[in-house]
């Protein structure tokens, strides 16, 4: 008896979202006695098997075809299809990325099976039951659900898990799994990936300055970037400012843009409607900037400056460049 | 081109969701409802592409008779046919909306000719469960993308890029196609008067589905207990910018 975890990598280390997934599939392999295994396409690398070892994962699959070569959705799910029926996986899990609930639902549809999305946790009841909790609003609202289906398959939220090692660290086998691909399922394949303006990437930024509607205009940004580039910083917005046409959508923090996940988040001008506050939701400290001390973002701050950002960033930009001897 | 869009009408929630006594839904009475963002692109994008390429934008909701709102407000930017898959007020999960809208998509088709194109948007805001489009493709056979933020029509493909960890993948999809699309690919028009007065007189086609239970039981909904953070005030205005300074060199992150 198994639960088996779809693990994506970056090419030499686990995602993040991924260790997570571990984490959360271990919990629901020990509510049942089960062994956990991992599957990912590829041969992993010496540092994913570390990784696997630690998370107590015993047994290792590395997905291998020369078709592969490039991400296939329908493929990635066939290859879960068959190498979790030869496991007798009672749950097929992998992390609530795109890829990952991409791949899921396609798993969904081939087996005409249910698959809920952005689980958070999740424990046997039975044979053919599952109690889990899973997000919906991307995390403004708690679903508590009973899923009766084998396999269970599953999504993780990844703003809803930590990742954790496991107590003690497993011996984790490797093999390899060949699986039966037509070409059906090879149909939609990436087939071109260019990389944009190089730079910090929001999702990964360790800090963040956001701009909402009270930056006032596309050029009103011109302070905030500026404060941006002196703290090695990414600008992020909300959704009022790419509406308006301020800013490009790739800059947009929220349940419909990116969801960010920095050591400092500085929300300027920003209110704090429910939708933002799902994507920065996991900041580690929040400094909120803004006019209105009784802005929900306040709420959500640790700390706070009450008043107009275009005349408080110009001199926060100044003050710094003082101290640091730059000005 | 017959492009088809797939929409959900939810609740416009503002600043905190509250939850009925019996916990089995969102409190709505004081909410206005919508569509989620993505699928405001989606009908932009079906919108968009028949100016370029001719053709109709069909807009289909599954959902109860007061959705014919949210079809309304598709057909105000330029949808010209508006289909209502009536429910009674329960929730549907993600394998019987599927099938439902397979099974009108197919009587569709059947009596007025293939759409070579059907979006959705990549989730819905309310229940986000990622898999009605991929569902929805499985069942007619077509290929599938989710997560586009780039169309382009290259007959006989389609060519659909999405982000992917800072760079931008590309996807070649013959058509007929299903696919899902984000928020971002473009920038929705606002209706114009002569749009809104069209959509009130447009005709709605409607029938009624047949309910099934999906295998995924709700049980309840909660708010999750946020830590609300009482945030210190560090000031005023540019009298708050020393404190500001000194709490940014606590925090490690200046230059």
Redesign the interface.
Known sequence: MTVLCLLEDDGTQPIDASLRALSFSRALAESSGEELAAAVVGEPGASVLASLCSFGVSAAYSIESDELASYAPVAWARALAGLGSSLAATATVAAGTDRGNEVMAHLGALLELPMVANCFTAQRSDATTVLLSRQRWAGSLIEDAVLEASPALLTVAFDGVVPEPAPRPATTSLQTYLPALDEQDLAVRVSDWTKQSSGITLAEARVVIGGGRGVGSADGFGPIEELAGLLGAAVGVSRAVTSAGWRSHSHQVGQTGTRIAPDLYVACGISGAIQHLAGCQSAKHVIAINTDADAPIISRADHAVIGDLSVIIPALVAAIRQRSGTA | MNVLVCVKRVPM?????T?TPDAQE?DTHLLGFTI???EECAVEEAVRLIETHAGTVSVLTLGPPEAIEQLRDAAAIGAGRLVLLETDGREW???ATARAVVEAVRADEAANGAYELILFGN?A???????VA??V???LGR?????I?HLEVARPALRAR?????????????LPAVVSV???IN?PRYPSLPGRMRAKKAPVEQSVPQWSE???????????V?E???????????D???A??E???E?G???
């Open positions: 929630v503002g600043a905190r969701v939850v969102i989620s963002p993505h999960g993600p394998m989730e805001a309310d229940t986000g469960d990622y898999q991929i569902r493709a499985h069942a290929p599938c993308a989710t997560g933020k999405r982000e992917f960890r800072g760079g931008d993948e590309l996807f070649e999809l013959g984000k928020e971002g920038l999906d295998p995924v039981r709700k049980q309840a909904l909660r708010v999750p946020v609300r953070r009482r945030a210190e005030i560090l000031g005023t205005g540019v708050a910018v020393p500001l300074v709490l940014l060199a925090l992150v200046l230059p």
